[in-house]
């Protein structure tokens, strides 16, 4: 078991959501929240805009429709990158699951596919046209509203536990035993920690005290949390402390990559010959008696992505997907997981906010990129001619353009930042499984292999051959080259698009009409007019009130008729 500072999971189960969310009813309210600009305790009112500006950078240069708007796949991939820069992997985002691997976002036996799917469809029905930047931003608060109440149910469940009142001033030795118990819940055993009596929640506690890897680290961080958000105050109730979760959810993410940065060191100390990839026998070596516990199946490496089997006889895990794959994840909750980030979305953003275009040529991303540094490549550098020409070579497929968002422009970049760029696998091909999701799905009792499985691997390869900082001075040669495919997957074809055609006023009717028969009694009724208002800022008619010549109403129809339904 690799230990990411918490180190365990949580075992997913489709009931235990859909308590804590309500199914679609609540999805319903609490997007119909957002647009009405109405959030959860302590949220700002500003949150939309906040959304609007981070997502703007990478809205604009993903490919659109006509009318500036994005399809269904591309929605998924600026919202995984969007919350996996802060190292939430929101389940049903990820490449390899829903469209990517035709399940359907209402599929019964796939949950972590019907949130965001759901969302998402909801807001595809709102005129069929795509989703604009300001539904993108109102799906992002949504589903980031979503995980900030779980958070707080994990707070609430804490007091409960220590039966301790809403009300309650808390002093810091009780503050700190709240947020303790609060980060326990995390853990493996966090739905099942036994809740009956105080005594019995302490028990566990001593117990987490003295298993959990870099549980003092975790203590000062939340400790440091907790005076970055009230650096002044002595005593602490439920609301207050509900801003210091909220916190230590948001930013967990950057707090683990301490641990991640030592998992990834740990591989690269034993990377072979072949540039970010680890033999197959040298990682169950390492597993077997190191600290991390390298000793996933194979078919379960594989599944994840992580196994490069470009050559049967000696099989090699791949450092930037193995590092970044469900086993090495918290599982903070059914709805997203808490994984060490992609460390080639730094390396993207960079590359996007200088081109500033979906496509680009060739030559302007080679000098973009010789000049890009990471902890493992020093810049600037000369790219290879093996870089250079397939480079072009995906340019020549592409009317001289290369697009930045298909599949074999990640697989350059894999090649270019082998140690950081994750190889990208055909879609459909892999799944960002938990073990226990692939326990079930496969079969098999464990994910892990037997002693037996790891001995046979480790004795099947006896030639010595240079590993770490020995074996990257043979990168180069020729004969260690990495795989490459000629398989490319766009997010969108190009030249499909002119991101000129307006919106029009048929798309607001349609989102009126549409909300009108999904909203709640009490949202409505309380914000109809404001909704209405929203709605039109929101597709683009600030200021103004537009009217009609094709027989719909007129914007003070709407707003009659939006007081009367209420």
């Given at each position: 078991m690799i230990f990411i500072v918490l180190s365990l999971v949580v075992p997913t189960t489709a009931t235990s959501f859909l308590q804590q969310v309500d199914t679609q009813a609540e999805v319903e309210a609490s997007l119909m929240a957002e647009f009405a600009g109405t959030f959860r305790p302590g949220a700002k009112q500003d949150n939309i805009l906040q959304h609007e500006a981070a997502l703007r950078p990478m809205y604009s240069v993903v490919p659109q429709e006509a009318d500036g708007t994005l399809q269904h796949t591309v929605v998924r991939y600026v919202l995984h990158r969007f919350f996996a820069q802060r190292g939430w992997f929101i389940r049903g985002l990820e490449p390899g699951t829903g469209a990517?691997?035709?399940?359907?976002?209402?599929?019964?036996?796939?949950?972590?596919?019907?949130?965001?799917?759901?969302?998402?469809?909801?807001?595809?029905?709102?005129?069929?046209?795509?989703?604009?930047?300001?539904?993108?931003?109102?799906?992002?608060?949504?589903?980031?509203?979503l995980v900030h109440k779980e958070t707080l149910g994990r707070l609430e469940k804490a007091f409960h536990a220590l039966e301790l009142h809403h009300s309650a001033e808390l002093n810091q030795e009780q503050i700190q035993e709240v947020l303790e118990v609060f980060m326990m819940l995390y853990q493996e055993d966090g739905p099942n920690l036994d809740t009956s009596s105080p005594a019995a929640v302490r028990k566990e506690h001593i117990w987490f005290t003295q298993n959990v890897e870099d549980w003092t680290g975790v203590q000062k961080w939340m400790l440091g949390v907790q005076q970055k958000v009230h650096p002044t105050k002595a005593t602490l109730d439920f609301n207050a402390l509900s801003a210091v979760a909220e916190e230590i959810g948001a930013t967990y993410g950057t707090y683990n990559k301490k641990t991640c940065g030592t998992l990834k060191a740990a591989l690269l100390n034993i990377e072979s010959?072949?540039?970010?990839?680890?033999?197959?026998?040298?990682?169950?070596?390492?597993?077997?008696?190191?600290?991390?516990?390298?000793?996933?199946?194979?078919?379960?490496?594989?599944?994840?992505?992580?196994?490069?089997?470009t050559d049967p006889n000696q099989l090699h895990v791949i450092v930037p997907n193995y590092v970044s794959s469900r086993p090495n994840c918290l599982a903070a909750s059914e709805l997203y997981a808490i994984c060490c980030s992609n460390e080639c979305e730094d390396l993207m953003?960079?590359?996007?906010?200088?081109?500033?275009?979906?496509?680009?040529?060739?030559?302007?991303?080679?000098?973009?990129?010789?000049?890009?540094?990471?902890?493992?490549?020093?810049?600037?550098?000369?790219?290879?001619?093996?870089?250079?020409?397939?480079?072009?070579?995906?340019a020549q497929s592409n009317s001289g353009q290369v697009p930045l968002h298909g599949r074999l422009f990640a697989q350059w970049m894999h090649h270019a930042f082998p140690r950081e760029c994750p190889f990208p696998h055909q879609g459909g091909s892999t799944n960002p499984q938990t073990p226990d999701e692939w326990m079930q799905a496969s079969g098999h009792a464990t994910s892990k292999a037997t002693e037996e499985e790891m001995n046979a691997h480790v004795g099947r390869d006896t030639e010595a051959k240079p590993k770490g900082a020995e074996a990257r001075e043979h990168h180069h040669l020729e004969q260690h080259d990495l795989q490459w495919s000629e398989s490319e997957e766009l997010l969108l074809p190009l030249?499909?698009?002119t991101r000129s055609k307006p919106r029009s006023f048929l798309?607001?009717?349609?989102?009126?009409?549409?909300?009108?028969?999904?909203?709640?009694?009490?949202?409505?009724?309380?914000?109809?007019?404001?909704?209405?208002?929203?709605?039109?800022?929101?597709?683009?008619?600030?200021?103004?009130?537009?009217?009609?010549?094709?027989?719909l109403p007129m914007y003070d129809d709407l707003a009659n008729h939006a007081g009367k339904m209420a």
């Open positions: 990517q691997s035709g399940i359907s976002g209402n599929h019964p036996q796939g949950l972590q596919e019907w949130v965001p799917t759901f969302l998402q469809n909801f807001l595809d029905k709102i005129g069929g046209r795509g989703i604009g930047l300001r539904e993108l931003a109102i799906l992002a608060a949504t589903l980031e509203d010959q072949k540039a970010g990839r680890v033999r197959l026998s040298d990682f169950y070596e390492v597993g077997r008696t190191g600290t991390f516990g390298f000793s996933e199946k194979v078919d379960y490496l594989r599944v994840l992505g992580a196994l490069d089997e953003t960079k590359l996007e906010s200088s081109i500033a275009a979906e496509t680009a040529l060739p030559g302007q991303i080679i000098h973009l990129v010789s000049d890009l540094s990471t902890e493992t490549v020093v810049a600037p550098r000369k790219l290879s001619p093996t870089l250079v020409r397939r480079l072009e070579s995906i030249g499909g698009s798309h607001t009717f349609a989102v009126f009409v549409v909300l009108c028969s999904m909203a709640s009694g009490v949202v409505w009724a309380s914000k109809s007019p404001v909704l209405l208002d929203s709605l039109l800022h929101g597709l683009g008619f600030d200021g103004k009130k537009p009217s009609l010549n094709m027989g």
